[in-house]
């Protein structure tokens, strides 16, 4: 986690996540660098837009409907509820795909 951690903070920053940035944050916190997990991590990134990463991955609490709101509804209803659900399984398979990165 604290590599993932560490290429948050460079993002943050607004500096490069390359090796040699990550390595420096790790040493920084008192962390034994893995080289190989550093190289795995800097390939895995290169390419993804972080931010949008870190938007897919917020999973929003839906509030519960109205109860007078629901019977009024109907059939509408149905119909967003599967919407969410298809939502919510393309949100789960971003976010294994996103944490199979980080392994």
């Not at 986690?1 to 500096?15: D, N, R, S, T, V």
């Not at 509408?76 to 939502?87: D, G, P, Q, R, V």
Request: hydrophobic content about 50%; overall charge negative.
């Amino acid at each position: 986690m604290e590599y993932i951690y560490a290429a948050l903070l460079l993002h943050a920053a607004g500096k490069e996540i390359n090796e040699e940035n990550l390595k420096a944050v790790l040493s920084a916190a008192g962390v034994e660098v893995d080289e190989a997990r550093v190289k795995a991590l800097v390939a895995g990134l290169e390419g993804v837009d972080i931010e949008e990463a870190i938007a897919n991955a917020a999973m929003p609490v839906a509030a519960a409907p109205a109860p007078a709101a629901a019977e009024a509804s109907g059939g509408e209803e149905k119909k967003e509820e599967e919407k969410k659900e298809e939502k919510k399984e393309e949100d789960t398979a971003a976010i294994a795909g996103l944490a199979a990165l980080f392994g």
